[in-house]
């Protein structure tokens, strides 16, 4: 006998003033990830797919957005990465990836360098995971410190397979973008 399997989208929406999305499921991206997770430890991994869809503004981070692992999980900005900005300038990692397959798409992505050069910034640390970056811009908030060169990566990718598409970097004093023994991929 066959069993087939379907794989239900899951919509999670976030707004972060309730102006484009009155009736938003939450108002910050943290809100939503958690509830991603709590999706994703309930249905099976391979049926599993979360869109988090997010109007435009600004959404920052006080911790890191650590991503749940399993299924696939969508991290989309409506309206594109001019109009939806992830701030993880007061984290030293913005989004951490364990694992599992993660898309990323229409965000401007944060930063702020660190003048600790122990204590580097990262905007996106991935690990053991699949990832693609659609339209996306990663941001450094400045180019230099105080006694220096400020430390700071845009995407940490190690172990991983990496897709990218219409992706830029800015303003990163360490490397806008890092891959260490990565398999796979294609950057565009």
């Known amino acids: 006998a066959a069993t087939t399997y379907s794989s239900a989208n899951h919509v999670i929406t976030v707004d972060d003033d309730g102006q484009e999305m009155p009736n938003a499921d939450f108002s910050t991206l943290s809100e939503a990830v958690e ?3 709590d999706h994703q430890a309930l249905s099976p991994w391979y049926a599993s797919r979360i869109t988090i869809r997010v109007a435009p503004g600004t959404y ?6 650590e991503m749940p692992v399993g299924g696939l999980l969508v991290l989309k900005g409506t309206e594109g990465a001019e109009k939806t900005t992830i701030n993880a300038s007061a984290v030293d990692v913005g989004i951490d990836v364990r694992g599992g397959t993660i898309v990323l798409e229409g965000f401007k992505l944060r930063t702020r360098g660190a003048t600790d ?3 580097t910034r990262i905007g996106v640390r991935c690990t053991d ?13 400045q180019s230099t410190g105080v006694g220096g060169d400020v430390s700071g990566i845009g995407l940490l990718a190690e172990h991983s397979t990496v897709h990218m598409q219409e992706a830029v970097f800015r303003r990163y004093a360490e490397a806008g973008l890092s891959l260490v023994e990565c398999r796979g991929g294609a950057i565009e």
């Open 35 to 37: 509830a991603a997770a």
């Open 60 to 65: 920052g981070l006080v911790e890191t957005l």
């Open 117 to 119: 050069p122990d204590a």
């Open 129 to 141: 995971a699949h990832l693609a970056i659609e339209d996306c811009i990663f941001s450094s908030l």
